[in-house]
T-cell receptor, first 115, second 113 residues
Framework: GAVVSQHPSRVICKSGTSVKIECRSL??????MFWYRQFPKQSLMLMAT?????????EQGVEKDKFLINHASLTLSTLTVTSAHPEDSSFYIC???????????FGPGTRLLVL | GNSVTQMEGPVTLSEEAFLTINCTYT??????LFWYVQYPGEGLQLLLK?????DKGSNKGFEATYRKETTSFHLEKGSVQVSDSAVYFC????????????FGKGTRLSVIA
């Protein structure tokens, strides 16, 4: 199947700093990418949907100024957590659609720890 | 709104035991249904899917049948292996591939030798 990568896989940062997470589709063009957040022992919660070349659509309750999403090309989307706080610590997962029809492919996730 | 409910874990089974993980959904219309698996330290992988009523998805010995009358998509495997230990997520999608998935909470399966 198609491959989606995320970088970094794990990051620790200080409170107040910003962290950028990259999501890349390695062997297909992703017209749409999704960003999810997963809390321990809980399900994936959709944060936002991004289409290449347009602004992301955020889910209710997700602060767009805090979680900046850029989808500048068909193979790359980035999520920047601005002014991170300990409550932002979580597992962030992206998925990409646009390869095989009807299938979304998931990245391996990025574990963020804010101290 | 759309939602997915799956059985709480963790589930612990002995090798070669029969596995069932229940999943029911709430949605208008005819969603596509999926099972994803997350092995330790890895991302989610599509295990199987079904796109219309009475379809059966199957892969790696796992099966699930789309039952519209009971709004269910239970995952089954006749004989589990230690390598099946993972977290299993049931999910639905209302429209095309470019719409987001709605996930259940996940069920952790541990298979012991």
């Amino acid at each position: 199947g198609a491959v989606v990568s995320q970088h970094p896989s794990r990051v620790i940062c200080k409170s107040g700093t910003s962290v950028k997470i990259e999501c890349r589709s390695l062997d297909f063009q992703a017209t749409t990418m999704f960003w999810y957040r997963q809390f321990p022992k809980q399900s994936l919660m959709l944060m936002a949907t991004s289409n290449e070349g347009s602004k992301a659509t955020y889910e209710q309750g997700v602060e767009k100024d805090k979680f900046l999403i850029n989808h500048a090309s068909l193979t790359l989307s980035t999520l920047t957590v601005t002014s991170a706080h300990p409550e932002d610590s979580s597992f962030y997962i992206c998925s990409a659609a646009g390869g095989e029809q009807e299938t979304q492919y998931f990245g391996p996730g990025t574990r963020l720890l804010v101290l | 709104g759309n939602s997915v409910t799956q059985m709480e874990g963790p589930v612990t089974l002995s090798e070669e035991a029969f596995l069932t993980i229940n999943c029911t959904y709430t949605a208008t219309g005819y969603p596509s249904l999926f099972w994803y698996v997350q092995y330790p330290g890895e991302g989610l992988q599509l295990l199987l899917k079904a796109t219309k009523a009475d379809d059966k998805g199957s892969n790696k010995g796992f099966e699930a049948t789309y039952r519209k009358e009971t709004t269910s998509f239970h995952l089954e495997k006749g004989s589990v292996q230690v390598s099946d230990s993972a977290v299993y997520f049931c999910a639905l999608r209302k429209d095309s591939g470019n719409t987001p998935l709605v996930f259940g909470k996940g069920t952790r399966l541990s298979v012991i030798a």
